[in-house]
């Protein structure tokens, strides 16, 4: 069965300081990966996925198949970082039809 | 363009009591799910709708939970009857479709309904 994992409920840096966030995911088939991130009072939102290798908000996300991870990772944490972030998985689930298992969620806080 | 709206925000009932949920997806979009949040967990899927159609509702406990998207648009999530561990957050989350290519099956999420069961 599907399964992700993100090891850490709370995750606290400096600003200026890396950041990464875990997260490690069970699947027996191609995984397709994303990460979503909710800040406060506002909602659940995409922040990037794996298949678009792209860079948002400085933040970046390699798929290691080898290692079965997806960690999260900016450079230099920002205050405006600061938030609740989920990893999830898009896994078949018959037919045409895809569904998303998410983790439990890491809150970063980053301080001043 | 409008997002995913849901009402109510919150939600106060008693054990054994009835509850609904309604949601309206972002215009256009053919697949509406709802989801599950329990404080310190992820959103669970509880159900997901093609159009009007179910696609997938294994995780749904249909001996109290029940859903209906009627006319392919906006859904009703009902509970009947309410028990203490029901207490959650209760997201709608819409997309253009269910997509083969599962990678830009990218989902937009309503502000979700804070459902206390005392």
């Known amino acids: 069965a599907q399964r992700v994992t993100q090891p850490e409920k709370l995750l606290s840096v400096f600003k200026g300081a890396p950041v990464e966030l875990k997260c490690n995911y069970s699947y027996s088939g191609s995984p397709e990966l994303f990460w979503y991130v909710q800040y406060s009072r506002q909602r659940l939102q995409l922040l990037l996925r794996h298949i678009s290798r792209e860079s948002i908000k400085g933040f970046t996300a390699d798929l290691n198949k080898g290692e079965t991870s997806f960690h999260l990772k900016k450079p230099f944490a920002q205050e405006e970082d600061s938030a609740m972030y989920y990893c999830a998985l898009s896994h078949y689930s018959g037919g045409s039809n895809y569904k998303l298992t998410f983790g439990k969620g890491t809150l970063l806080t980053v301080n001043p | 363009e409008a997002g995913v709206a849901q009402s109510p925000r919150y939600k106060i009932i008693e054990k054994r009591q009835s509850v609904a949920f309604w949601c309206n997806p972002i215009?256009?979009?053919?697949?509406l799910y709802w989801y599950q949040q329990i404080l310190g967990q992820g959103p669970k899927l509880l159900i997901q709708f093609q159009n009007n159609g179910v696609v997938d509702d294994s995780q749904l406990p249909k001996d109290r939970f029940s859903a209906e998207r009627l006319k392919g648009v906006d859904s009703t999530l009902k509970i009947q009857p309410a028990k203490l561990e029901d207490s959650a957050v209760y997201l709608c989350?819409?997309?253009?479709?269910?997509?083969?290519?599962?990678?830009?099956?990218?989902?937009?999420f309503g502000p979700g309904t804070r459902l206390t069961v005392l």
């Open positions: 989350a819409s997309s253009l479709r269910v997509v083969v290519l599962a990678g830009y099956n990218e989902q937009f």
């Open positions: 215009s256009g979009h053919a697949t």
